[in-house]
């Protein structure tokens, strides 16, 4: 079966690609149709689909928000084709050529996706290329090695880990000078290039080559300094001056002081100040060499420039390991107010950098399928199958896969704060979004979960968040829960996911011009939350509350765009809808909402919306009454 269109071998690439192999049709039609209307779009990706189901079969499920792949269709992709049995040279010779090549569509949005994709598999396939030389260097398999070796060095020439393998072959096949003079020829590419150095353990395998007495190849990214952590440290760096001016250094000096501040209130992976590199810039020291020294697996370094009162900051956190930068922002604003900007900025860049680490870590855990996970390397996972859950509080499915990562968490650790705070998170979620029959123990026991948390470290801050939300929802007690959340922020002022927290129990304790400043800061903290939509849900109900329609309107329709399947966004987005006059969209929000939970009823809406102000229920059931929402 052939499939000619260059639209539906998109749209089959994005499914294959996407977690559970299912994307939103909104997201299909905008991405393959961006020059269309939304109806258009909409209307030209049933054709497609259609065309599709003609060549390929029964392979393809839709409903009315989402596509997938049929799980039961026996279609197979080779995108993702890697298992435990099978060996990394044989996954390797699935991808000969750059990764999606034949892939061709003239749309911006879906050029800016492929060319994220060919980044991350290319970066999938190194990670497997590598682990497969350190396994291949351990059992002396060179034809192995060179078999590895060539798709390495076709993604990246400088790859220090196919360097090393090559070194290794000719050093075992008697051609010393060989292996030298690879290490050479590489090092003066490195300083042409780069004004870079060989890594240190290159330098190391040369010098034992040299010295006839090669050691086992140690796994990618271990060094002995390191082992005196059990979690990958992240090195803070200094920030470059790129103005020149005395005051503009005083400017970034602060501004580093200020991230190492904030950095104080992030205790999921341990930290190196910048004071152990001598407060030196990125472009001061040679990155792999010196970081990798001090046992830092991710550094963190950035740069000023300042025109008049305006300032650009720009952040980049990169892998140790090879140098590659796994995100990089830019921040403006002025400095009328030195202070207030340094710490605004310093509490964006730490909240944005932590779900980066983390994600980088969980995919690299992901991939190598250790035989027995840590602690933390589990609860990792479970932040990784959070994000695959999606927008809102994601899904069922993922929720339970967590809860059953965390209990792993807890079999190794009965005294596993952070563990503990996750339990209370899952069933929360599950309370809140219908998942299960009994809710009220489905709560109990997040109440439960998060005072154990708090038993064990009361400066849990994530702990405090979560025992706010579990006495709102679950026992609809404000004070309390107004007082955890606070605590949350104090606790860690940096954390979006904290001024969420805060931010709803406000908003449903009668607050909503406090509840939008907490709201609001989320997005200032973290253009790219998470929980993107559950956080414009309160918005748009806060503005309600104020009568300012127009603005929940607008937070309704930017909330509804991103997860068009979220059910608690789509009762919030058809009450603010109706309120506002809008009665096309509410009926299509409940139409939608119908959909993702058939459910649906008023006892639902009253006894799972914990509204101090008995008006402020009222006017969230009034809506959804006018949208037809009750039937």
């Given at each position: ?12 690439a ?27 779009a ?35 992709t ?11 040279g ?8 750059d ?19 060919r980044?991350?598999?290319r ?15 351990r ?6 090695i ?84 059990e ?75 300042r ?13 140790v390991?090879?140098?590659?930068v796994l ?22 860049i ?19 399928r ?23 509080y994601g ?7 967590q ?6 968490v ?20 599950e ?39 579990t006495l ?5 007690d ?5 007082f ?40 200032r903290?973290d253009?790219n ?21 127009d ?31 809008e ?15 058939p ?33």
């Amino acid at each position: 079966m052939t499939v000619s269109s260059k639209r539906s071998r998109a749209l089959l690439a994005a499914l294959a690609l996407a977690p559970e192999n299912r994307v939103a049709r909104q997201t299909l039609a905008a991405m393959l149709w961006p020059d269309r209307s939304e109806s258009q779009a909409k209307a030209s990706l049933r054709q497609e689909l259609s065309a599709l189901r003609r060549v390929l079969g029964e392979v393809l499920e839709s409903d009315a928000s989402c596509v997938c792949l049929c799980p039961d269709s026996g279609l197979q992709t080779d995108i993702w084709d890697i298992r435990e049995d099978r060996p990394s040279g044989q996954v390797m010779d699935l991808f000969r050529g750059d990764p999606l090549e034949d892939l061709d569509l003239a749309s911006e949005p879906f050029e800016e996706w492929l060319a994220e994709q060919r980044r991350a598999l290319r970066a999938h396939l190194t990670d497997i290329a590598e682990s497969g030389l350190d396994v291949a260097a351990r059992k002396g398999d060179w034809s192995e090695i060179e078999r590895l070796v060539e798709p390495l060095l076709r993604m990246d020439p400088l790859n220090e880990k196919a360097i090393g393998g090559l070194m290794r072959v000719a050093d075992a096949k008697g051609r010393k000078h060989d292996a030298l003079e690879l290490f050479e020829t590489h090092a003066r590419k490195l300083q042409a290039d780069y004004q870079a150095e060989p890594s240190i353990e290159l330098t190391a395998l040369r010098d034992e080559i040299a010295a006839n007495r090669l050691a086992p190849v140690m796994d990618r990214g271990h060094r002995p300094e390191a082992a005196i952590f059990e979690r990958p440290p992240v090195l803070l760096l200094g920030f470059e001056n790129l103005g020149g001016g005395e005051e503009d250094n005083a400017l970034a000096l602060g501004l580093a002081q200020e991230v190492r501040t904030s950095l104080c209130y992030w205790r999921w992976f341990p930290v190196i100040g910048p004071e152990a590199v001598g407060w030196k810039t990125a472009h001061e020291i040679d990155l792999r060499r010196d970081a990798a020294a001090l046992g830092a697996a991710y550094a963190v370094s950035g740069s000023l420039r300042r025109a008049g009162q305006r300032v650009r900051i720009s952040v980049n956190l990169s892998s140790v390991t090879d140098g590659s930068v796994l995100w990089s922002q830019h921040f403006d604003g002025t400095i009328e107010d030195v202070f207030d900007f340094e710490e605004q900025v310093s509490r964006s860049i730490v909240a944005q950098i932590e779900p980066e680490v983390a994600r980088a870590e969980a995919s690299r855990i992901a991939q190598r399928r250790p035989a027995d996970l840590s602690s933390w390397q589990l609860m990792l996972r479970a932040g990784d199958s959070e994000r695959r859950g999606g927008e809102g509080y994601g899904t069922r499915e993922t929720n339970e896969e967590q809860k059953r990562l965390v209990a792993q968490v807890l079999e190794k650790d009965p005294d596993h704060s952070r563990a503990w705070s996750w339990l209370a998170k899952c069933h929360w979620r599950e309370t809140l979004m219908g998942w299960v029959a009994d809710r009220d123990a489905a709560m109990n026991a997040s109440i439960d979960a998060s005072q154990r948390a708090l038993d064990i470290n009361p400066t849990d801050w994530e702990a405090r968040a979560y025992r706010a939300l579990t006495l709102l929802f679950g026992r609809w007690d404000h004070d309390p829960a107004e007082f955890h959340a606070a605590e949350a922020v104090r606790l860690n002022p940096s954390s979006a996911m904290a001024r969420h927290g805060y931010g709803c129990v406000l908003e449903n304790a009668g607050n909503p011009e406090a509840a939008l400043e907490q709201l609001n800061a989320v997005f200032r903290l973290d253009p790219n939350h998470p929980n993107t939509a559950g956080v414009l849900g309160d918005i748009s109900t806060c503005n309600v509350m104020l009568a300012r329609h127009d603005e929940a309107v607008q937070a309704a329709r930017r909330m509804l765009a991103l997860a068009p399947g979220y059910s608690r966004g789509l009762q919030r987005a058809a009450s603010a809808f109706a309120l506002a006059g809008e009665d096309g969209l509410a009926r299509e929000a409940v139409e939608k909402l119908f959909a993702a939970q058939p459910d649906f009823s008023e006892d639902y809406v009253r006894s799972t919306y914990p509204f101090r102000e008995a008006e402020h229920l009222e006017m969230l059931v009034d809506g959804l009454r006018r949208a037809g929402a009750f039937r």
